[in-house]
Every structure is written in C-alpha cells, then in structure tokens.
T-cell receptor
Framework: DGGITQSPKYLFRKEGQNVTLSCEQN?????MYWYRQDPGQGLRLIYY???????QKGDIAEGYSVSREKKESFPLTVTSAQKNPTAFYLC???????????FGDGTRLSIL | GQQLNQSPQSMFIQEGEDVSMNCTSS?????WLWYKQDPGEGPVLLIA?????ELTSNGRLTAQFGITRKDSFLNISASIPSDVGIYFC??????????????FGKGTKLSVIP
C-alpha cells in the first residue's frame, strides 16, 4: 500500500540533545511537510519541501532543521535550541503545493 | 497570512444526532478540503470540494462549497461513537511568488455521548 511512514511513534529526548524524526513516503509525491501540533491546537507548519534538495521555513522553524536528499525522505531534527519540543509531530506529502496533503500517523516527542 | 475560522471549536452530541460545522475565510478559496483526525493519529482526508456550490457526500458525511467561495460546511448524519475526533477544514492560500500553501483551520473537536 502507498502511504507515509513516520517513526518512531513515541520518542523521548534528554535536555540538550538533538533528535531526528523519520518520514518516508512511497506515493511519489514531490512536496513534503512537517507540522507541529500541541494539545487542543491546530497544525503549525515547521518546514516544507517542494522538490529534492530544496526546502523552506514555515511559521515556526526556529530550533528545527530538515534535509531532502531523496524524494521519498524528509527527516526532521529537533535541536537543543528548541526549548519547548514536547508536541505531536506530523509529516505530510502532496503531489504539489496547494494540493491535498496525505499525513503520516505522527510522532509524539516528550522530554525526559 | 490567510486564516480559516472553524466553528464551533468543540461540541458534545448524543449518539444518533446530526452534526453541523463550518469554516469561513476572509479570502476566496478555489478548493475546500475536510479532514478528520482520530486521537493519536494523523489527519485523514474525508472530502475534497473544487467548485462553488458543490455538494459532495461520503457515507454519512456531506460537505458543501459555499457560493461565495469564502465558506464551507460539513454535516454528519446519525452520529456514532467512532465519529469522535477533530475535524479540520483546509484550503490553498496564496503564499507569494506564484505559489500556494495549504492553510488549515484550528479544528472542531467532536465528542459523541453513547
């Protein structure tokens, strides 16, 4: 089945540590996205990529970094500079910008 | 940037009741999307609308693309416990340099009382 796979489902980070969240898609989509969702909140865009080797900051990029070396993969690194990283992180992909996005099942990040 | 306003923010209904929620924008949209997010999961696309006035159904769900192109409505008939979740509207908003970015409402949280 085609889809988006996020891993791990749950992740714990120690203070001062960088962690990387994985996102892989086999839908052959050009565009990929990372969102952050806090309890009772909507989706806030962290980074997006329209094509391989290119990505743009979203509304809340500070403390995060991404790479897009392959079409299928768009990993997100939560750096130690992100002071409030506890949240639910969602990855999505679409055929192109402005098109319906398909989401993974999310990664819940917590601080130890 | 452009914002989508969803209402209500949350609702509690009795099983079997019909549900209605809406989404409005200050700008015109050419596409309206409705997603559902189950607890602890990612949002899933329910219905996509591409034409003003369009009425589209997906089982017990019906969505409409408002004539003004600034609003959309989602109705759920005869609600059941598995309808519980957060419903998001979304639409492509112009983000400059000829590109569009999908903008999401903040969601309507639905609780169904058995």
């Amino acid at each position: 089945d085609g889809g988006i796979t996020q891993s791990p489902k749950y992740l714990f980070r120690k203070e001062g540590q960088n962690v990387t969240l994985s996102c892989e898609q086999n839908l052959n989509h050009d565009a990929m996205y990372w969102y952050r969702q806090d309890p009772g909140q909507g989706l806030r865009l962290i980074y997006y990529s329209q094509i391989v080797n290119d990505f743009q900051k979203g509304d809340i990029a500070e403390g995060y970094s991404v790479s897009r070396e392959k079409k299928e993969s768009f990993p997100l690194t939560v750096t130690s500079a992100q002071k409030n990283p506890t949240a639910f992180y969602l990855c999505a992909s679409s055929i192109g910008q402005g098109q319906p996005q398909h989401f993974g099942d999310g990664t819940r990040l917590s601080i130890l | 940037g452009q914002q989508l306003n969803q209402s209500p923010q949350s609702m509690f209904i009795q099983e079997g009741e019909d549900v209605s929620m809406n989404c409005t924008s200050s700008s015109i949209f050419n596409t309206w999307l409705w997603y559902k997010q189950d607890p602890g999961e990612g949002p899933v696309l329910l219905i996509a609308l591409y034409k003003a006035g369009e009425l589209t159904s997906n089982g017990r769900l019906t969505a409409q693309f408002g004539i003004t192109r600034k609003d959309s409505f989602l109705n759920i008939s005869a609600s059941i416990p598995s309808d519980v979740g957060i419903y998001f509207c979304a639409g492509p908003a112009y983000s400059g340099a000829g590109s569009y970015q999908l903008t999401f409402g903040k969601g309507t949280k639905l609780s169904v009382i058995p």
